[in-house]
């Protein structure tokens, strides 16, 4: 109910009194007191007591402070044209689109770079921990919280007002949007931490969004891109735990559990997309992903077709994570001394030296080279660095099949 909700009452609080950083303390104050009082019975409308409870916590919050400040906000609140509070006609032209969105697209503000948008986004509104965002940005949790707290003082240093985007902002703004959508997936689809690996509430929260990005949007190409890639990589969920649920790599899913009609959908609006030009990140990460869903099985698939995808794909966006999935490809191209050679500049990198994928992905290639003893090591540090327990698991059972019971 929280994740229903939370976003209605931000939405409405934020075209009351306008001030992001205090209107995201106040939702949280209400979430406080509905854990603690609703554990005798649900009120008749959830929303409005959020709403009502929010809304008091800000206005003693604001009564709490010095008369000096008080009276600054107040005249603040009167100049025409203040952040807080957006003009009623502003608000009725408005178009009429999920709450959610619209605080996505709000927290998206020019005044703010891409990073600091849809980190903010993720936080404020989405309600990812500052632990889950800082390990999609491979940066340390206590740098994310710095750069959380800059994003919020940067948006009330330009008195940044609230309202929806004019046409000339749109475009940017949809592409942040789609960086949110996107990282509320990836973290639904595999937990950064935690018992189980998958969230299905918030990955399908992310298709659900995206749907409506891509109902209003129907030609945008990387909006389609983004669908298709969730979809496709969606599809895979059930085959990706067993009955105990723990972890089931691509090579060991049993397929048939995989989703057709995710797939199906995935790939249509994929062949709707490519031929019309331009071809963008996600539609080519949709393409990969189409390539794995319709390989008959993990030795079918084509994985020449997949590196040269990731090759296209580490031009138009290149990074980290692009040349650790592209190293993958090409092993199973050309052979795993291949791959781990692509993967080499990655231990030099502090952020990626810290993230389990890339000692677990070095594990396994240098297994399939014939090095056990140098794979059991990073088999290892991948755990040890692992805070996702199925995953930790998982590389354990891999350590352990190389007879290594140490670890």
């Known amino acids: 109910m ?11 609080l934020l075209r009351r009194y306008g001030d992001l950083g205090d209107c995201d303390d106040a939702v949280q104050d209400a979430a406080e007191a509905a854990a603690a009082q609703w554990r005798t019975g649900l009120p008749d409308d959830p929303r409005a007591w959020l709403i009502r409870v929010a809304s008091r916590r800000l206005i003693d919050r604001v009564r709490a402070d010095s008369a000096r400040t008080r009276r600054e906000s107040l005249d603040a609140a009167r100049r025409p044209g203040h952040a807080g509070v957006a003009p009623a006609a502003d608000e009725a032209s408005e178009p009429e689109v999920d709450d959610t969105l619209r605080l996505f697209l709000l927290c998206c503000h020019p005044v703010l770079s891409r990073p600091s948008q849809v980190a903010l986004s993720l936080r404020a509104v989405a309600g990812l921990s500052v632990e889950q965002i800082a390990a999609a940005y491979l940066v340390p949790a206590r740098t994310m919280s710095q750069r959380l707290s800059r994003a919020r003082a940067s948006l009330r240093e330009a ?9 000339r902002e749109l475009p940017a703004r949809v592409a942040a949007v789609l960086d949110v959508c ?10 950064t931490s935690g018992e189980s690996l998958v969230d299905v509430t918030l990955a399908e929260e992310a298709i659900r969004l995206t749907r409506q990005v891509h109902a209003a949007l129907p030609d945008h190409d990387e909006v389609t891109g983004a669908l298709a890639l969730m979809l496709l990589t969606h599809a895979r969920s059930p085959a990706r735990t067993d009955p105990d ?13 995989w989703r057709p009609e995710l797939i199906a959908e995935g790939v249509t609006l994929l062949e709707r997309t490519l031929p019309r030009g331009h071809v963008g990140r996600y539609q080519l990460q949709a393409a990969i992903a189409a390539v794995h869903a319709e390989a008959g099985g993990y030795e079918e698939t084509d994985w020449l077709q997949i590196s040269i995808l990731y090759d296209m794909l580490s031009r138009v966006a290149p990074g980290p994570t692009v040349t650790l999935n592209h190293a993958i490809a090409i092993a199973m191209a050309h052979g795993a001394t291949t791959g781990l050679a692509v993967l ?3 231990l030099a990198d502090p952020a990626m030296a810290r993230h389990h994928r890339l000692h677990a992905v070095r594990a396994h290639l240098l297994e399939r ?7 059991a090591e990073h088999y290892r540090r991948a755990a040890r660095l692992a805070a996702s327990l199925p995953e930790q698991r998982y590389l354990n059972r891999r350590l352990a099949r190389l007879g290594d019971t140490s670890g």
């Open 2 to 12: 929280w994740r229903r909700e939370a976003p209605h009452v931000r939405a409405a």
């Open 344 to 346: 080499d500049p990655l």
């Open 369 to 375: 080279a014939g090095e056990p003893e140098a794979a």
């Open 182 to 191: 996107h990282l509320i997936f990836t973290e639904g689809y595999t937990r």
């Open 159 to 167: 008195g940044a007002r609230f309202a929806m985007p004019g046409e």
């Open 245 to 257: 649920g723990e972890l089931v790599p691509l090579a060991e899913q049993d397929r048939s559990l």
